[in-house]
């Protein structure tokens, strides 16, 4: 079993639409988690960092349930530009700086 | 600042090759990843270091590869002999202490 798990998707939706995406993971003593954007053929880039008290960025909103081990991520009132993979992060170990990353979730908001 | 900077951008090279994957990390940065991304496998860390000294290297494939990082300003991921199953995007990122993880733009690596 993978240490952080993503549905690859891909997810199609319309353009205006809601859409959120879960993301669980299995080390109990992870740490830290992010949710990092990936366009087509370019480097991962962090979208935002995610707190058990949920943080919101614009028209995203990030969440974790540590009970429950999952991450998720929340986009309203989609654009077109939001097409692109998601990857969903951990750190295991506090002072460890080692990423690990999910396999990714393809968005692609249709016109 | 220049962000993280690999090179070459693309590698095509046959079978049984050597080829040598370049990094430069952000100045200030002490800590430099070499991941590999497939479409299979998505992004996997193959090696890690911190302030120049490898900490964590289990996620590198075999004794076909090897990483380098004489200092703080580069590092080197080398894959000899190379293998058609080593075709994968291959990222350098650096960070300082977990915070400003960049990754660079990558290098395209074909084994034919």
């Known amino acids: 079993r993978k240490e952080v798990e993503q549905d690859p998707g891909p997810f199609n939706v319309p353009e205006g639409a809601t859409v959120a995406f879960n993301c669980t993971y299995s080390n109990s003593a992870s740490q830290s988690f992010f949710w990092y954007r990936q366009d087509c053929r370019k480097e991962p880039k962090l979208l935002m960092s995610v707190y058990s008290s949920g943080n919101e960025d614009g028209r995203f909103t990030a969440q974790l349930n540590r009970a429950s081990q999952y991450i998720s991520l929340l986009i309203r009132d989609s654009k077109l530009s939001d097409s692109a993979t998601y990857l969903c992060?951990?750190?295991?170990?506090?002072?460890?700086?080692?990423?690990?990353f999910g396999t990714g979730t393809r968005l692609t908001i249709i016109p | 600042d220049a962000g993280v900077i690999q090179s070459p951008r693309h590698e095509v090279t046959e079978m049984g090759q050597e080829v040598t994957l370049r990094c430069k990390p952000i100045s200030g940065h002490n800590s430099l990843f070499w991941y590999r991304q497939t479409m299979m496998r998505g992004l996997e860390l193959l090696i890690y270091f911190n302030n120049n000294v490898p900490i964590d290297d289990s996620g590198m494939p075999e004794d076909r590869f090897s990483a380098k990082m004489p200092n703080a300003s580069f590092s080197t991921l080398k894959i000899q002999p190379s293998e058609p199953r080593d075709s994968a995007v291959y990222f350098c990122?650096?960070?300082?202490?977990?915070?400003?993880?960049?990754f660079g733009s990558g290098t395209r690596l074909t084994v034919v």
């Open positions: 990122a650096s960070s300082f202490r977990a915070f400003g993880y960049t």
């Open positions: 992060v951990s750190i295991s170990n506090f002072g460890n700086e080692k990423l690990t």
